[in-house]
Antibody
Framework: EVQLVESGGGLVQPGRSLKLSCAAS????????MAWVRQAPKKGLEWVAT????????YYPDSVKGRFTISRDNAKSSLYLQMNSLKSEDTATYYC??????????WGQGVMVTVSS | DTVLTQSPALAVSPGERVSISCRAS??????MHWYQQKPGQQPKLLIY???NLASGVPARFSGSGSGTDFTLTIDPVEADDTATYFC????????FGGGTKLELK
């Protein structure tokens, strides 16, 4: 059974940093592109970052480019999101997701990040 | 950025057929996907690459379209289908539509 379990969320002040983790199991992690997707309270879904199987290629939307960094450790079947210079508009539930054919076939339960003073 | 536009809400009666539309601001080939999200839950993949049913999804769900216009159809609608439905494209990076909230009468 595919499982994605996020951790590392919480309350953080504007301008500070936070690192999210996602532990994957039930599949060969190194064979799949992985991604982070977020959802602000009562809002829609927003793609945050994508990483290739080896980690050599990463992709970001303009809203987080230069502030967020996605990475992975295939030996540990883990995905990470380093978030720097956090803003109030980054407040959201962050989901770890597995990509296949460009779609997000599996999602974690999500972890809440609140940016507030 | 490729913008995806969905109608905000729809209301249908159980047993009816409903079509949820998604229009892309530019062509996305067949790289359109559909998700169902219920309150407090993570999204669930229903359809990938326009018309392919994801594993475990009932055959009441189907997808069609190519280029810029896509449709998710549920036939017949059941009470448990009350949810928000999102389209997502992966032809030009990855973007989501704003979601269509489906309510049952």
């Amino acid at each position: 059974e595919v499982q994605l379990v996020e951790s590392g969320g919480g309350l953080v002040q504007p301008g500070r940093s936070l690192k999210l983790s996602c532990a994957a199991s039930g599949f060969t992690f190194s064979n799949y592109y992985m991604a982070w997707v977020r959802q602000a309270p009562k809002k829609g879904l927003e793609w945050v970052a994508t990483i290739s199987t080896s980690g050599s290629r990463t992709y970001y939307p303009d809203s987080v480019k230069g502030r967020f960094t996605i990475s992975r450790d295939n030996a540990k079947s883990s995905l990470y999101l380093q978030m720097n210079s956090l803003k109030s508009e980054d407040t959201a539930t962050y989901y770890c997701a597995r990509l296949n054919y460009g779609s997000y076939g599996y999602w974690g339960q999500g972890v809440m990040v609140t940016v507030s003073s | 950025d490729t913008v995806l536009t969905q109608s905000p809400a729809l209301a249908v009666s159980p047993g009816e057929r409903v079509s949820i539309s998604c229009r892309a601001s530019e062509g996305v080939n067949s790289y359109m996907h559909w998700y169902q999200q219920k309150p407090g839950q993570q999204p669930k993949l229903l359809i990938y690459k326009a018309s392919n049913l994801a594993s475990g999804v009932p055959a009441r769900f189907s997808g069609s379209g190519s280029g810029t216009d896509f449709t998710l159809t549920i036939d017949p609608v059941e009470a448990d289908d009350t949810a928000t439905y999102f389209c997502q494209q992966s032809w030009n990076d990855w973007t989501f539509g704003g979601g269509t909230k489906l309510e049952l009468k």
